[in-house]
């Protein structure tokens, strides 16, 4: 029996250049008229007025496709060790497809502050309603992601309409993410954007996507978070979007990390000495996998992408963060010498017994505790009871299937917190609006201090020494190509996202 996740072409998320222009967006916005938090116009100026020297980088991290063993160790070969300027962990936003996922791990990552996404269910570019809408009650029903949660979308390959995007409204999303930053940020032209809303139509993708720009679509409240492309020595001609590292460089015909680095170090340095505008890396994780058979990146270029982080964050006033955080900052924008009292950048953590048995998104809390849904097709395992059919985008949540002398388990309601919430029991462990959740993160110190952040190190890709990064331990503790027989695999490590997510996962290998 085979059982393996296509991996994602290079050509998924990739641009050859420029997808817009002035001319092409039209666009127009009176910002007196369009206001925070619930309007931006789409401009290079960093928002609320700031001047950019007090503006914080933002450097997005997020991932796409499904949730797996594998897909979680290629980000947090990058994350785990990693803290932000305030000393806590990096989160980061997933977009996530459920064919392969595997629902308990989404839970996990969830539980552990990382945002959860819409990537639909079957990775469909333009896709229909049912497929938006299905993601949405799937991981709400099988994974415990409140409704409320899933805020954000991107479009599989980047393939989306001005109807995805009305789709998107029709149901509350927050914002979408599948449009390109095209030109660089030192162009007169650039259509690096901070993020915005729809009131007044989209001002990226205009020579690509018919149907938008020139005021359309209008979608008041909708936001727009582009995806900022870096640039080899080439520059607007030279655009490298998702997977930077799998393109070649300055027209050569083959992969070089060390050009990869230095255009990734170029484009960096051009956004943090301009309008800060954010930049991003925007991953397939599979493709950097060291846990997934078959697929064997070369270790330079992992050494590569760290080199960039450690580069990165040895920069005052950088943060790596998710969308949901992002968007948090340019709603309400604060000073970077203000950063210390700004809620969405801490890391608040439930406090949980860790003796306590319930099926909650935290390890040494669920073990044992999971049921497995053993479909030939996408096994996984679940908190919330299994389907008597596989999920699909005509039926996103079947009736559970109860196995023989158990209760059926009960799926997250709307007024409790997934980490207190016992399916098992059906009952809330906290009845408080505040939950009981604890904020590690540290003060941001005067005079500059604390501004960069911490325990990274490197293992000198560029020649210039380092301290070594602490070693890596994988997201599911097991070799490589152990496949699972059901049971949870309980080691706490240390994680992208803090103290919880080691958990269950099928690593498919050929049998």
Not at 69 to 89: E, I, M
Request: proline content about 10%; charged content about 10%; some cysteine.
């Amino acid at each position: 029996m085979a059982l393996q996740v296509p991996v994602v072409t290079a050509q998924d998320g990739s641009i050859s250049g420029p997808t817009s222009s002035s001319s092409a967006a039209g666009y127009s916005c009176d910002p007196s008229q369009c206001q925070l938090p619930n309007c931006n116009c789409a401009s290079t100026s960093p928002p609320g007025g700031l001047s950019p020297s007090d503006v914080p980088q933002f450097v997005v991290f997020t991932a796409d496709d499904a949730i797996q063993s594998y897909t979680l160790d290629a980000v947090n070969q990058f994350l785990a060790q990693r803290k932000n300027p305030n000393g806590c962990p990096i989160k980061m936003t997933y977009f996530t497809s459920l064919n392969y996922t595997n629902y308990t791990l989404v839970t996990d990552w969830y539980v552990a502050g990382n945002e959860i996404a819409d990537h639909t269910m079957t990775h469909v570019g333009s896709p229909p309603a049912d497929e938006i809408n299905g993601n949405i009650i799937a991981l709400n029903a099988l994974a415990g992601i409140p409704l409320d949660a899933i805020q954000g979308f991107r479009a599989p390959y980047l393939n989306y309409t001005a109807q995805t995007l009305q789709l998107l409204a029709d149901v509350d999303f927050t914002y979408d993410s599948s449009t390109a930053s095209s030109i660089p940020v030192t162009d007169p032209g650039t259509d690096a954007y901070w993020p915005y809303t729809l009131d007044n139509g989209l001002a990226n993708d205009c020579l690509t996507v018919d149907g938008i720009c020139k005021g359309l679509p209008k979608i008041p409240g909708l936001w727009e978070i582009p995806m900022y492309a870096f640039f080899d020595n080439l520059g607007v001609d030279g655009p490298h979007l998702m997977d930077p590292w799998l393109d070649t460089a300055n027209g050569a015909s083959s992969v070089n990390d060390t050009a990869t680095f230095e255009y990734m170090k170029n484009t960096f340095t051009d956004h943090y000495n301009g309008n800060r505008q954010p930049i991003g890396l925007y991953t397939h994780p599979i493709h950097l996998s060291t846990t997934y058979p078959g697929v064997n990146p070369p270790n330079s270029t992992i050494q590569m992408v760290n080199e960039y982080l450690d580069w990165v964050q040895m920069q005052q006033d950088v943060w790596i963060v998710s969308n949901e955080q992002l968007l948090a900052w340019v709603r309400n924008p604060v000073a970077v010498s203000d950063l210390d009292s700004f809620e969405p950048l801490k890391c608040p953590t439930p406090q949980v017994d860790p003796n306590l048995k319930i099926c909650n998104g935290i390890p040494q809390n669920e073990a044992g505790l999971l049921e497995e849904c053993d479909f030939p097709d996408f096994p996984f395992f679940t908190c919330y009871g299994c389907p008597q059919v596989e999920v699909s985008p005509s039926n996103p949540n079947p009736p559970q299937q109860v196995p023989t002398g158990q209760e059926m388990r009960y799926r997250l309601p709307s007024n409790c917190s997934t980490p207190f919430w016992d399916p098992i029991a059906g009952s809330c462990l906290c009845q408080s609006s505040a939950c009981a959740f604890t904020d590690n993160s540290r003060p941001i110190g005067p005079n500059g201090a604390n501004l960069t952040g911490g325990g990274t190190g490197g293992d000198g890709f560029d020649g210039s020494g380092g301290t070594p990064t602490p070693t890596y331990i994988n997201f599911n503790g097991a070799n490589p190509i152990k496949l699972w027989s059901g049971s949870l695999v309980g080691i706490m490590s240390a994680l992208a996202v803090g103290a919880f997510g080691a958990a269950t996962g099928w690593v498919l290998v050929n049998v």
